[in-house]
């Protein structure tokens, strides 16, 4: 801390090491690297100016936010990302970037909190609401809403105008850099449908545009909006329907931002009975304690979800994980010779994120992906260990010997 104290501005450099977030292993919190909350926290106490400079490659909890003057999420730079941070810090350029996620101020605001996945079958009950177009729908706060993102200058929305030509909409409207230096700003357009009788979310984006503006300069935007930017997926007739009745169109500069409104009437079709409401209830009326129950998601699907059962002896397969091969004997003794394997790689670093990750990722391989490593067990010998472990010993033996 000594040396913060005759700085100007602190740069923390802080974010998720490589493997907190890596392929075939999922995130369990949304909290930083241990112990780089802790560093944010004890140099914001000691200097009045830190600037936070993140590397991640999805959203984390910031605890320390009102402590800090500013945030820079750089996200997975690669290998000139360096550069590019440099010159935003510095002012050489005006960041432009807007947020593709939402930042939720917990795990527990997330529409997946209530998980019901595995060992066979993921549901995703949620539907439709994911991300903003959950929260915004549901009314909870968040960190940072989808779409945002600062500048150094400031815009200016105005003017929002709708011409329909054929079965396209053209949105038009002024933006002004109503600052001092140069930027670019990313204009949002979401459709909010008023009078829907199917479920949808408050609204959802439709389309974009990036504009490159100087000091007091104004430009007009001009975003086109196809059928599709009305329709909704019909699970009945298979196909996107665009029901008739009033639409809203919503400029803004982030999905919690909007700046312009217009109302735009359409024709179209698509009626939803009061059976399918009944039995969609909780997927129109979404709140924070909303449960998207099994019979509603068996109704929205149209057919029964798959049985989800653990697979035991007999019926595994090269896709089940090594860790559901419990009950076989031969199924511990692989489980067995993978963590001994990871044991070597890791040796010395088994409590760190790295051991702890490649022991879980052990745990959680299938079968065939240990052919992948390119070592002496390959695919046809893996069939034939597949064989003892669902019982049939000596058909593996023999498989595993070459022997018909």
């Given at each position: 801390?000594?040396?913060?104290?005759s700085?100007?501005?602190?740069?923390?450099?802080a974010g998720?090491?490589?493997?907190?977030?890596?392929e075939?292993?999922d995130r369990d919190t949304?909290?930083?690297?241990?112990g780089?909350?802790?560093?944010i926290k004890r140099?914001?106490?000691?200097?009045?100016?830190?600037?936070?400079?993140?590397?991640n490659?999805?959203p984390?909890?910031?605890?320390?936010?009102a402590?800090?003057?500013a945030?820079?999420e750089?996200?997975?730079?690669g290998q000139a990302g360096?550069?590019?941070?440099a010159?935003?810090?510095?002012?050489k350029?005006?960041?432009?970037?807007k947020?593709a996620?939402?930042?939720p101020?917990?795990?527990?605001?997330?529409?997946?909190?209530?998980?019901p996945?595995?060992?066979?079958?993921v549901?995703?009950?949620?539907?439709l609401y994911?991300?903003?177009r959950?929260?915004?729908?549901?009314?909870?706060d968040?960190?940072?809403?989808?779409?945002?993102?600062?500048s150094y200058t400031?815009?200016?929305?105005r003017d929002?105008?709708?011409?329909?030509?054929?079965?396209?909409?053209?949105?038009?409207?002024?933006?002004?850099?109503s600052?001092a230096?140069a930027?670019?700003?990313?204009?949002q357009?979401?459709v909010?449908?008023v009078?829907?009788?199917?479920?949808?979310?408050?609204?959802?984006?439709?389309?974009?545009?990036?504009?490159?503006l100087?000091p007091?300069?104004?430009?007009?935007v001009?975003?086109?909006?196809g059928?599709?930017?009305?329709?909704?997926y019909?699970t009945?007739?298979?196909?996107?329907v665009?029901?008739?009745?009033?639409?809203?169109?919503?400029?803004g500069?982030?999905?919690?931002?909007i700046?312009?409104?217009?109302?735009?009437?359409?024709?179209?079709q698509g009626?939803?009975?009061?059976?399918d409401?009944?039995?969609l209830?909780?997927?129109?009326n979404?709140?924070p304690t909303?449960?998207?129950t099994?019979?509603?998601?068996?109704?929205?699907l149209g057919?029964?979800?798959p049985?989800?059962?653990q697979?035991?002896?007999?019926?595994f397969?090269?896709?089940?994980?090594?860790?559901?091969?419990?009950?076989s004997?031969?199924?511990r003794?692989?489980?067995?010779?993978?963590?001994?394997?990871?044991?070597?790689?890791?040796?010395?670093r088994?409590?760190?994120?790295?051991?702890?990750?490649?022991?879980?990722?052990?745990?959680?391989?299938?079968l065939r992906?240990?052919?992948?490593?390119?070592g002496?067990?390959?695919l046809?010998?893996?069939k034939?260990?597949l064989?003892m472990?669902?019982g049939?010993t000596?058909?593996g033996i023999?498989?595993?010997?070459?022997?018909?």
């Amino acid at each position: 801390m000594e040396a913060t104290k005759s700085a100007d501005v602190v740069v923390v450099c802080a974010g998720l090491v490589e493997m907190a977030e890596v392929e075939g292993v999922d995130r369990d919190t949304l909290s930083l690297t241990p112990g780089h909350d802790e560093l944010i926290k004890r140099v914001a106490a000691a200097h009045k100016k830190v600037a936070v400079v993140l590397s991640n490659g999805a959203p984390v909890s910031m605890p320390w936010l009102a402590d800090v003057s500013a945030v820079l999420e750089g996200y997975l730079g690669g290998q000139a990302g360096a550069g590019g941070l440099a010159d935003l810090l510095t002012g050489k350029v005006t960041p432009s970037g807007k947020l593709a996620e939402t930042f939720p101020l917990s795990l527990e605001d997330t529409s997946a909190k209530p998980y019901p996945g595995g060992p066979l079958v993921v549901e995703y009950r949620e539907s439709l609401y994911v991300g903003y177009r959950y929260y915004d729908t549901a009314k909870i706060d968040v960190l940072f809403p989808f779409g945002y993102g600062l500048s150094y200058t400031k815009f200016e929305y105005r003017d929002l105008s709708l011409k329909q030509t054929g079965d396209k909409v053209t949105v038009s409207f002024k933006v002004k850099n109503s600052g001092a230096v140069a930027g670019k700003e990313i204009a949002q357009v979401y459709v909010r449908d008023v009078e829907s009788t199917w479920f949808r979310p408050e609204k959802e984006l439709k389309g974009f545009a990036k504009v490159d503006l100087q000091p007091g300069e104004e430009k007009e935007v001009s975003v086109e909006l196809g059928t599709r930017a009305f329709a909704y997926y019909d699970t009945g007739s298979k196909d996107w329907v665009v029901e008739a009745g009033e639409f809203e169109i919503l400029v803004g500069a982030s999905s919690q931002d909007i700046r312009l409104k217009a109302s735009h009437k359409l024709a179209g079709q698509g009626i939803v009975s009061a059976a399918d409401k009944a039995k969609l209830a909780s997927y129109y009326n979404v709140t924070p304690t909303t449960e998207f129950t099994l019979s509603a998601f068996e109704a929205l699907l149209g057919r029964p979800v798959p049985a989800n059962i653990q697979p035991g002896k007999g019926q595994f397969t090269m896709n089940t994980p090594l860790s559901d091969m419990t009950d076989s004997f031969m199924g511990r003794q692989m489980n067995k010779v993978m963590q001994n394997e990871i044991a070597k790689m890791i040796k010395g670093r088994e409590d760190t994120p790295t051991g702890l990750t490649m022991r879980t990722m052990a745990k959680e391989m299938p079968l065939r992906s240990i052919a992948m490593g390119g070592g002496s067990l390959n695919l046809s010998k893996l069939k034939a260990i597949l064989l003892m472990i669902n019982g049939h010993t000596f058909q593996g033996i023999k498989a595993l010997l070459g022997k018909k």
